[in-house]
T-cell receptor, first 114, second 116 residues
Framework: SQTIHQWPATLVQPVGSPLSLECTVE??????LYWYRQAAGRGLQLLFYSVGIGQISSEVPQNLSASRPQDRQFILSSKKLLLSDSGFYLC?????????????FGDGTRLSIL | AQKITQTQPGMFVQEKEAVTLDCTYDTSDPSYGLFWYKQPSSGEMIFLIY??????QNATEGRYSLNFQKARKSANLVISASQLGDSAMYFC?????????????FGTGTSLTVIP
């Protein structure tokens, strides 16, 4: 069966520090991968999605970036964090070519910027 | 225009009663999928139910059913016999296209509180 791992679960970082959040999927190949951010009590904001290795689409201009160095690995990064980067970050995957398949989410990372 | 609209920020329901959470969508693509997710306070997103645009019957999964009204572009989630564990945020989502729908569009969510 497929599983998705996202870490760390919580992170406290000072303003201006770098960031690296990692997400890996097991049990499937060539998945679509997604990074979302959710502010407290709000909906999901799509940050990036990827349909293959090295292919990244950005939905919101910001100081974050994403990379997909391997088929089942998706990394969210920042060189310098801002206070506004605080939030709950969710990684998700879906089957690439099946419209009736849902997205499956990781457990999320709670990021607090001090 | 918003792809997914959830107009109820918060809902309350008595335990064991049924509740309907509203969702309307906007698309010109004839092929699309509609999804409902539950997000408890712990944060994980749990997939509940799916409805395809070509499905003739409303989807059901246990106590969850989807009231799909295609002409009105609505896909309301019905939870029957509410339980205390149903208290959570609920998100409606849509994926356009049969084979190339890479993006999922989410609504802003509805917070459901089940009252004992």
């Amino acid at each position: 069966s497929q599983t998705i791992h996202q870490w760390p679960a919580t992170l406290v970082q000072p303003v201006g520090s770098p960031l690296s959040l990692e997400c890996t999927v097991e049990g499937t190949s060539n998945p679509n991968l997604y990074w979302y951010r959710q502010a407290a009590g709000r909906g999901l904001q799509l940050l990036f999605y990827s349909v293959g290795i090295g292919q990244i689409s950005s939905e919101v201009p910001q100081n974050l970036s994403a990379s997909r160095p391997q088929d089942r690995q998706f990394i969210l990064s920042s060189k310098k964090l801002l206070l506004s980067d605080s939030g709950f970050y969710l990684c998700a995957w879906s089957v690439g070519l099946a419209g009736n398949q849902p997205q499956h989410f990781g457990d999320g990372t709670r990021l607090s910027i001090l | 225009a918003q792809k997914i609209t959830q107009t109820q920020p918060g809902m309350f329901v008595q335990e064991k009663e049924a509740v309907t959470l509203d969702c309307t969508y906007d698309t010109s693509d004839p092929s699309y999928g509609l999804f409902w997710y539950k997000q408890p306070s712990s944060g994980e997103m749990i997939f509940l139910i799916y409805q395809g645009s070509y499905d003739q019957q409303n989807a059901t999964e246990g106590r969850y059913s989807l009231n799909f009204q295609k002409a009105r572009k609505s896909a309301n989630l019905v939870i029957s016999a509410s339980q205390l564990g149903d208290s959570a945020m609920y998100f409606c989502a849509m994926r356009e296209g049969q084979d190339t729908g890479n993006q999922f569009y989410f609504g802003t969510g509805t917070s459901l509180t089940v009252i004992p």
